[in-house]
């Protein structure tokens, strides 16, 4: 019997190393097929985008919040793997009577690393799973020295519109944010509260406002709409899976973030 526990220190019994994987988590899965596991996965959920192949090739078993239990169950997985906030407790249960169940809760790139390697121990991939995890410390310590002699910039992060909702402290995008010298204006709400525009008028004004292009997929009309709230507001539109998905995604995420920098240069 193999003795494992997840991120919740919960533990985890298997018989043998897991080769049928379920994942519902978008940015688990992409980190499955970085560390070569992409044959393993036999059930995902719509929103597993990357690799986009992903979807056609595997048994789709819902969204991340409502699965269809009866296919996972058909699936016959070894391992099932969750995260805290991507899925429900109540799901978490169901999905015990199943398989053995992993859930993932990540707050910070530390966060992250101890994910991988994690799961670098529960699928005997030890040597990939420090290969990505030393390139992902080498790239932050690569950011930081960029960042260091930048000025700090006071930021609020939508995540949704009707109603407008922003990232607060407590999330991995406040995280990132702080990592990027974006003072976060909401940081003294928890997780993705609902806020007044007229907070950003009265009492926050943000040197930026970014929108996000998911969990709501902003697009270019939104910024239109807040400019005519927030006419002296700086906004634009950000990708959100580079400040909210973990994993392998955050190895293009610091590229990604040296050009955010040079853009937000030239806008004001």
Known sequence: ???????????????????????????????????????????????????????????????TKQVHFDRIKGLKPDIILCNKEENTKEMVEELE?????????????????????????????????????????????????????RPVKRVAYFIWRKPWMVAGNNTIIHHLLSLNKFENVFSELSRYPEVAITTLLEKNKPDFVFLSSEPYPFKEKHILELKELLPKANVLLVDGEYFSWYGTRLLGAFNYFKSLHKSLDSSV
Do not use: W
Not at 53 to 58: C, G, S
């Open 1 to 63: 019997m193999l003795l494992f526990k997840d991120q919740l220190n919960r533990s985890i019994e298997l018989a043998k190393v897991p080769k049928r994987i379920v994942s519902l988590v978008p940015s688990q899965t992409e980190l499955l097929v970085d560390l070569g596991l992409e044959e393993s996965i036999v059930g995902l959920t719509k929103f597993c985008v990357h690799p986009v192949h992903l979807r056609k090739a595997k048994t789709i078993v819902g969204g």
């Open 97 to 149: 009577k199943i398989a053995p169940v992993h859930v993932s809760d990540i707050y910070t790139i530390d966060d992250t690393v101890e994910l991988i390697k994690q799961y670098g121990e529960l699928f005997s991939i030890q040597n990939k799973a420090a290969e990505i995890t030393n390139s992902l410390i080498d790239l932050v310590v690569d950011f930081q020295a960029y960042i260091i002699n």
